[in-house]
Structure formats: C-alpha cells, structure tokens
C-alpha cells in the first residue's frame, strides 16, 4: 500500500450559521472545540443541516489520494451503529482500504458539527465518541510496515488511547506525515509537537498560524530559518500567500490561484496535504508537489463540504 492514514473516524455534519451564532455559544471561529455529548446535542438542535457526509482530517486526505488513482487504506474507529456503517460505505464507495473491524461498542460513532460562516470559514465542534477510543490494540504493526508512508493527525493527540495508538504507528512506520490539525490543537500539545516535528516526523503539514505558534515565532522569516534545521519536508499554507516547502536549505514556493468562488473552506488543508502526497509517492518535484496541493484545495473549497 502506498498511504496509510490513521485518524479520528468522524462523521461530518455540515450547517451554515451567522456569526453571531459562535458569540451566542461561545465559539471561536476557526478553531476546533471538543465537546461531550449533551452540548452536541443542544447545538444540533439550534441549527438546520446542510449536509451529512463521512469525514476526518486524514480520512479526507486519503479519499482525495483514492481519488488520484492510489492505492491507500485508513484505520479510524467507529461503533456498530448506522453513522459507523455510514462511516465504512463512504470510504468503500471512494475505493479506500478500511482497515478497522468494527464491533459493538458502549459510545456511538463520532460526529462533527462544521459551522460555515458567511465568510466560508469553518469552525467545528467535534464529539469524538469511538473515535476518541482508538488505542494500541486497534492498529496493525504488519500494515503499517508494508505502507511506504504513514500519514496521522495532530487530533489523535488529544486522549490518552489514541496517543497510544499513534505512538506505536510512528514505530512501525517506514515514512510517516503528519498535520498539526489546528491552533488550539498545537498550543494544547505545544512541546510534545515540536518534539515530534523535530525528531519523528518525515513531512510536516501546517498553516502559517499553527507553525508561528509552534516555534512560537513572530514572522514567516523566523518560520523559515526554524525549518532550514531540518531535513524534512516542512510544508505551510498561508492562504491567499500560497504554499511554501520548505526542506534543510531547499525553500520552494506556489501561488495561490486567483479569483476562486469560495463557498467553504473545510478541508482545504486536507486536500492540500493529498494533493502534496500524491506528488511525492509518484516523485514529482517539490514545486509539482506543492501545486498538486494547491489545484486540490483550490477545486473543494468552491463546493460545501471537505471532499471533492
């Protein structure tokens, strides 16, 4: 197998709000909020539903891999519920190896509220539910080994299972990827981060808010001379800026593309970082790499919904 992604196995349910609703519930836009089940209940109940569709950071990298012609799996735990067989039909209809064996479990499958502001940002509200469960015992060492690159995300981070089972896919992995997921999500796990993009991760995906808050940096110059240290792919998208790569003493730059209609941004990092990867397990160039990324990304965020 090409890619492996190992990540929170989450169903997405997409609404569109003003933005005074994130005022009224104390909600920070763009920005990622776990929350228990009864909250998700009482803001399911405050807003209509666009669309409900499978979802998760690497999950959707991986479909958009799929979607590339590679051949890529995905492990991400879910209950044996109708979300969990929801879940398990899109990956299957999208040609992704699901890997997890799914059984019976005390908590439902996890859900994401996506909130889309006017704006088209997204800030999510995510009960993790299984997902939040998976552990050690739910990841196969073997496959792992036979996967050219492991790709996680930084969510997985957030309980103590899951870093388990993120800890022993790091082991067994021949290359692995990782996104820093979200700001809040890097200023949570701040040391145990750098630690990892210094010392265990091989490509590195980020916006230019996560990193400058990792390296705890003041411009995008501090950025580049903290990612020259290393040689690895450091990857940072910054928004209308483009995508830069960035690899020892190696810094690769793209546009961004130009007079887009953007009605969501969900996933946009997330079909950058397929597009990127696909790139390179095919052994295309840093700057083809970074553009694949790019035409990716460009193409779901004119659409509702962080799949293409």
């Given at each position: 197998?090409?890619?492996?992604?190992?990540?929170?196995?989450i169903?997405?349910?997409?609404?569109?709000?003003?933005?005074?609703?994130?005022d009224k519930?104390?909600?920070?836009?763009?920005?990622?909020?776990?929350?228990?089940?009864?909250?998700?209940?009482?803001?399911?109940?405050l807003?209509?539903?666009?669309?409900?569709?499978s979802?998760?950071?690497?999950?959707?990298?991986?479909?958009g891999?799929?979607?590339?012609?590679?051949?890529v799996?995905?492990?991400g735990?879910i209950?044996?519920?109708s979300?969990?067989q929801k879940?398990?039909?899109?990956?299957k209809?999208?040609?992704?190896n699901?890997?997890?064996?799914?059984?019976k479990?005390p908590?439902?499958?996890?859900?994401?509220?996506?909130?889309?502001?006017?704006?088209?940002?997204?800030?999510?509200?995510?009960?993790?539910?299984?997902a939040?469960?998976?552990?050690?015992?739910d990841i196969?060492g073997?496959?792992?080994?036979?996967s050219e690159?492991?790709?996680?995300?930084?969510?997985?981070?957030?309980?103590?299972?899951?870093?388990?089972?993120?800890?022993?896919?790091?082991?067994?992995?021949?290359?692995?990827?990782m996104?820093?997921?979200?700001l809040?999500?890097?200023e949570?796990?701040?040391?145990?981060?750098?630690?990892?993009?210094?010392?265990k991760?091989?490509?590195?995906?980020?916006?230019?808010?996560?990193?400058?808050?990792?390296?705890?940096?003041?411009?995008?110059?501090?950025v580049?001379?903290?990612?020259?240290?290393?040689?690895?792919?450091i990857?940072?998208t910054?928004?209308?800026?483009?995508?830069?790569?960035?690899?020892?003493?190696?810094?690769?730059e793209?546009q961004?593309?130009?007079?887009?209609n953007?009605?969501?941004?969900?996933?946009?990092?997330d079909?950058f970082?397929?597009?990127?990867?696909?790139?390179?397990?095919?052994?295309?160039?840093?700057?083809?790499?970074?553009?694949?990324?790019?035409?990716l990304?460009?193409?779901?965020?004119?659409?509702?919904?962080?799949?293409?």
């Amino acid at each position: 197998m090409k890619i492996l992604g190992i990540g929170n196995a989450i169903v997405d349910v997409l609404c569109k709000v003003e933005d005074n609703f994130l005022d009224k519930n104390s909600l920070t836009k763009s920005t990622m909020k776990l929350i228990d089940q009864n909250e998700f209940k009482t803001l399911l109940s405050l807003i209509n539903i666009e669309e409900t569709v499978s979802g998760g950071s690497v999950a959707n990298s991986i479909v958009g891999l799929s979607q590339l012609g590679n051949n890529v799996g995905f492990i991400g735990k879910i209950n044996k519920d109708s979300l969990g067989q929801k879940y398990e039909d899109g990956l299957k209809k999208e040609k992704v190896n699901y890997l997890y064996n799914k059984k019976k479990e005390p908590i439902p499958t996890g859900s994401c509220l996506i909130l889309i502001t006017p704006d088209s940002e997204r800030t999510m509200c995510t009960y993790l539910g299984t997902a939040g469960k998976i552990n050690d015992q739910d990841i196969d060492g073997a496959i792992i080994k036979n996967s050219e690159i492991t790709c996680l995300e930084g969510y997985l981070w957030d309980e103590g299972e899951p870093k388990k089972a993120f800890e022993k896919a790091i082991a067994n992995s021949n290359k692995v990827a990782m996104s820093l997921s979200d700001l809040f999500c890097v200023e949570r796990h701040k040391l145990q981060f750098l630690e990892l993009v210094k010392n265990k991760l091989d490509i590195v995906f980020a916006n230019e808010q996560e990193i400058l808050s990792l390296i705890d940096g003041k411009s995008f110059e501090d950025v580049i001379s903290f990612s020259k240290h290393f040689k690895k792919d450091i990857i940072i998208t910054r928004g209308e800026k483009g995508a830069v790569a960035i690899n020892f003493n190696e810094v690769f730059e793209c546009q961004a593309k130009k007079g887009l209609n953007i009605k969501d941004l969900t996933g946009a990092g997330d079909l950058f970082a397929a597009g990127y990867l696909h790139g390179y397990i095919n052994e295309l160039s840093k700057k083809e790499c970074l553009e694949k990324g790019t035409e990716l990304s460009s193409k779901v965020i004119q659409k509702i919904g962080a799949r293409l």
